[in-house]
């Protein structure tokens, strides 16, 4: 199923680790398209539009697309406890990650009577996006909802496609995951018009325009925030999921095997990657591979998403390779099975997980890190999901009369360098009474 990219015996350049990259391009420019389609539809039809959607992509009709009350209260009086049990766990593990991303205030004092504060403020209303067309996901409810009320936000609503199976309504288990995290705005909409509903708002459904929205999806979700993007704010382009495996000798092929898989069950995009210095465990990460992508539940899945271009095997000289390699590719999550991993060395990755007992599957649900992470290449310059994502940095600037005088003549002499005179004027109007 992986096909192997062999870049031994030769110096290889950062453009020639950019171009070996594994990627699905075309995917991702069709779903640009698409993405950008729907979001335009949705900004001038609203309701009906997400309601064609939902025929269309989910099979339901007539459904309720705000969530009713009633519909929020039922799902977690049905919840199983065990699973309660574990989201409450996660919602305490990650609130307690979360919290240590919030700045304290920062007062610098520049001299007597001139002060420069910093503060965090958050945006007023967020937009959160749970997936649910492959997959049920209460564990990115968590993810989406703890960061942004830890950071101070108002207002938060969550959106996530209706299910056929259980008559249009949300899959019950993100209802009770949303219940239990007090969130009352859910609406029964999926997809790039999700997004699209939440950039511009449905006034028939009482929905309105979010400053910021965040969640994982697959291509259409992740693009969508691309054609949203400067009309509100969005987190990373988290969409099809990748892991990347940075593995020497010493790795386990077994449980290398293990951990591709388990991210190549999430979608046919999904990519799986291997970066290795030894023949040999390639070779029986393959055999290991095969074995357990034709065994596993959703082995068709799983199968599409391993032969894909996205996914395949590398091989490098040595982990100095590996490790440059792997900064060029910026990956979602980052394995790393190294018996000297010096995790600091891997500078673009959303996620970074050292050794043996600590897979990316601990990363999705119970880690207390977050698992909405930047896909295709963005870890090169974006961070995954946090409180940060939901602030903002606002300086607060307090001067008296004599701090303004000590800066007068610079600020006057800096204006007319400027030819900017009537800033310097502003300056010394107040000291003409």
Not at 38 to 67: C, I, M, N, T, Y
Not at 215 to 227: I, Q, T, Y
Not at 402 to 407: C, G, I, R, S
Request: glycine share 8%; proline share 6%.
């Amino acid at each position: 199923m992986l096909r192997t990219i062999d870049l031994r015996g030769r110096a290889v350049t950062p453009a020639d680790l950019l171009a070996a990259v594994p990627r699905a391009t075309a995917a991702r420019d069709e779903a640009l398209a698409t993405a950008a389609a729907v979001v335009a539809d949705v900004a001038e039809r609203g309701e009906a539009s997400l309601r064609e959607q939902a025929a269309r992509f989910d099979g339901v009709e007539g459904h309720d697309v705000r969530v009713p009350a009633a519909h929020l209260e039922e799902a977690l009086d049905a919840l199983d406890p065990a699973i309660r049990r574990a989201l409450e766990n996660a919602i305490d593990r990650v609130r307690r990650a979360s919290a240590a991303q919030v700045p304290a205030p920062v007062v610098t004092d520049i001299g007597p009577g001139a002060r420069v504060e910093q503060h965090w403020r958050p945006v007023w209303r967020a937009g959160v996006y749970v997936p649910g067309g492959k997959a049920v996901y209460p564990s990115s409810v968590v993810m989406n909802v703890v960061p942004a009320q830890v950071a101070g936000v108002a207002q938060v609503a969550l959106a996530s496609p209706p299910q056929r199976d259980h008559g249009g309504r949300v899959h019950p288990v993100i209802l009770a995951a949303a219940r239990l995290l007090g969130i009352t705005e859910v609406y029964a909409m999926g997809g790039a018009g999700a997004i699209g509903a939440y950039a511009h708002g449905v006034p028939a459904l009482g929905l309105d325009p979010v400053d910021v929205i965040s969640g994982p999806g697959n291509n259409f979700v992740a693009l969508a925030k691309r054609v949203v993007a400067g009309m509100v704010g969005t987190d990373s382009e988290a969409g099809a999921t990748e892991i990347l495996i940075v593995a020497d000798e010493s790795a386990d092929a077994r449980l290398v095997a293990a951990d591709l898989v388990s991210q190549a069950e999430h979608d046919e995009q999904a990519a799986a990657v291997l970066v290795t210095d030894s023949p040999a465990l390639a070779e029986a990460v393959v055999v290991e591979v095969e074995q357990r992508a034709t065994a596993t539940h959703h082995a068709a899945r799983v199968a599409q998403a391993l032969s894909g271009p996205q996914s395949a095997v590398v091989l490098v000289d040595d982990i100095a390779t590996a490790t440059a390699f792997s900064n060029a590719y910026a990956p979602e999550h980052l394995e790393l099975h190294l018996r000297d991993p010096r995790p600091a060395e891997y500078v673009n990755a959303g996620a970074v997980f050292v050794g043996a007992w600590t897979p990316v599957s601990l990363g999705d649900y119970l880690a207390g890190s977050n698992h909405v992470l930047p896909t295709g290449g963005q870890a090169r310059y974006a961070s995954g999901l946090s409180a940060s994502t939901f602030l903002r940095p606002q300086q607060v600037i307090v001067y008296d009369r004599d701090a303004l005088k000590a800066v007068h003549d610079d600020i006057v002499t800096l204006a007319n360098a400027e030819v900017l005179p009537a800033h310097g004027e502003a300056v010394t109007a107040r000291f003409d009474a």
